[in-house]
């Protein structure tokens, strides 16, 4: 199916006014970092090290490290591939999990399908704009919650805008049993707001939490509107706290997913421009 993410504008990078910030979107990653419970977790370790025997060690004194990385492809800031959720055993566009499903992976909707992405996009401060520094978990996010951070940070969501929502939760990033939700759960937008977010025509949605959408689930799946339904990416794991403290109506978003054959998703590391 064709993706909703919309084809690269060199406009948009050429309308980037001489004073223009990058923003840093991503959270770095580390063993210590949390990992949703149902992913396995991110592991790192020196596989080789300066100063090994031969053959890393070379005749003129030089030397090369490397590492071994085990991860899960929802592991960090990260962008989900189309093939992470299924309704009634059918992917985005009623194509059979059955069909495409293999030992390596998924033959369609997989992390190297997602382009890179070079889009607009607006930040939405849920918690700035009912006035607390973090959303409780299991809060759910509304569709006035949405208007009301868009009035807030005087943006408008156009069609083919990322729409990127900060509710604080980042706050907990160094307490993992906490940002994974198992304190009560984590917030996001439930039903309401996912559909109205779908009414805006938007291309790309991602959040500062590890489930994106309200857990425990008040009603229908976002992960199943978002996904299967409607064919729109999920990003979690954002770091929103510095752009978001920027107040900008919109901004340029940028992110390069892995090109993982197979994978339901891929790490990233997002910036705005702006």
């Not at 989900?80 to 059979?96: E, M, P, T, V």
């Not at 959303?135 to 807030?152: G, I, M, R, T, W």
Request: proline share 8%.
């Amino acid at each position: 199916m064709k993706t909703r993410l919309p084809a690269f504008d060199p406009v948009l990078l050429a309308g980037v006014s001489a004073g223009a910030r990058i923003y840093e979107l991503s959270h770095a990653m580390a063993p210590s970092m949390p990992v949703y419970h149902q992913h396995i977790p991110y592991s790192m370790a020196l596989h080789r090290r300066h100063g090994d025997p031969h053959p890393t060690q070379r005749k003129d004194g030089s030397s090369f490290a490397n590492e071994v990385i085990v991860t899960s492809g929802h592991s960090g800031t990260h962008i989900d591939a189309l093939g992470h959720f299924s309704r009634h055993g059918c992917l985005h566009g009623g194509i059979k999990v059955s069909e495409v499903e293999t030992r390596d992976g998924y033959q369609q909707l997989n992390a190297a399908d997602i382009p890179p992405i070079v889009q607009n996009a607006v930040v939405l401060d849920i918690a700035a704009a009912r006035g607390v520094d973090c959303l409780k978990p299991a809060e759910e996010v509304s569709v006035a919650d949405l208007e009301a951070a868009a009035k807030f940070s005087a943006s408008d969501v156009r069609p083919g805008d990322a729409v990127l929502l900060r509710t604080g939760w980042s706050k907990y990033w160094s307490d993992p049993e906490m940002f994974i939700g198992r304190r009560g759960g984590m917030p996001g937008p439930g039903e309401q707001a996912a559909r109205w977010l779908v009414s805006k025509g938007v291309s790309l949605v991602g959040s500062d939490t590890p489930g994106f959408e309200c857990l425990p689930t008040p009603a229908s799946s976002v992960h199943a509107i978002m996904l299967v339904d409607e064919g729109i990416h999920i990003m979690e794991n954002l770091n929103l706290e510095e752009i978001a403290g920027a107040r900008l109506p919109r901004v340029v978003f940028v992110a390069l997913p892995l090109r993982l054959t197979g994978a339901t998703g891929s790490p990233i590391r997002p910036i705005a421009i702006g």
